[in-house]
């Protein structure tokens, strides 16, 4: 396919694959009454420090986005990944009420539709990116993304002038590896582990002008690193690594092995504010 050709989903529905056949259908419904359900009853703790993630904002949901994040501003204190890294550090149970907000991929939505709303409610977010697909070519883009059965369509990421304008915003750039590896499937290479995951950062720093420090391995269980990839992680000289498995952030939080909760603004607002309240947890 020619690469003029090629066509980026610019919103939600351009972007994820809905559920195929009838039984999914009925599944995902049963699913979504339940946590509708559940976000009437369930609180939560009231001290916590909570990681969350996400991975677009698309100009769709920039009102959702928002209101979401005036609210959980309004019931705690958006931290950075520097404070998150000294609680850990230090085996901090939480004193208070406490997120932390990231974005995986880098996508441009994010920065496009995202980073005006961060900047004005003075949050502070880190966004993971994969140099590889900044460097990419939309051909190259849309064959990954080809790969990955949740996407209807490629989407557009950031470009290094969009990276550097937000570093300038404020916003931390952190790694996502140096072409979204799965780092269990490669950790038998030690040159192309290396590559990977000190590579990305040498790229990130060259391409910003500033240091380098959190990482998020890529699919984000702990079926996708192993020890050799954790090694590579502190070996590269990253201060913090974070996963994708929903848990809570104590005094026993390894630094490599911070747990986030995943939501997505195109979700149901009383879905995302279920996971924000650390359902699961």
């Not at 952190?174 to 040498?202: F, M, N, Y």
């Not at 929903?246 to 879905?271: A, C, I, K, N």
């Amino acid at each position: 396919m020619a690469e003029a050709s090629v066509i980026f989903a610019e919103s939600a529905s351009e972007a994820w694959t809905p559920p195929v056949t009838a039984l999914a259908t009925a599944r995902a419904a049963a699913r979504g009454a339940i946590l509708t359900a559940t976000a009437s009853v369930f609180r939560g703790p009231s001290r916590f420090l909570r990681c969350l993630y996400a991975h677009a904002v698309f100009p769709e949901h920039r009102l959702k986005f928002r209101a979401v994040i005036r609210g959980l501003n309004n019931n705690g204190e958006f931290v950075t990944t520097e404070t998150v890294r000294d609680m850990v550090r230090h085996g901090r149970q939480p004193d208070g009420r406490y997120y932390h907000l990231s974005f995986d991929d880098g996508f441009a939505n994010v920065f496009e539709a995202g980073c005006e709303v961060l900047v004005a409610e003075r949050v502070p977010a880190t966004i993971f990116v994969v140099p590889a697909f900044v460097n990419a070519s939309p051909g190259e883009l849309e064959a990954y993304f080809h790969r990955l059965p949740a996407y209807r369509q490629p989407i557009r990421v950031m470009t290094w002038a969009q990276v550097r304008q937000a570093v300038d915003a404020g916003i931390e750039i952190g790694s996502h590896t140096l072409s979204h590896a799965r780092l269990a499937e490669i950790s038998s290479d030690a040159a192309c582990l290396r590559a990977e995951v000190g590579g990305s950062r040498v790229a990130i720093e060259a391409a910003t002008g500033v240091p380098c420090r959190a990482f998020a391995w890529p699919y984000g269980t702990m079926q996708d690193i192993d020890e050799a990839g954790f090694a590579a992680i502190e070996q590269a000289g990253y201060e913090i690594a974070f996963s994708a498995v929903r848990g809570r952030v104590d005094g026993y939080t390894g630094l490599f092995r911070v747990p986030r909760h995943q939501l997505e603004f195109h979700w149901p607002e009383s879905h995302i504010r279920l996971w924000a309240r650390g359902f699961r947890e």
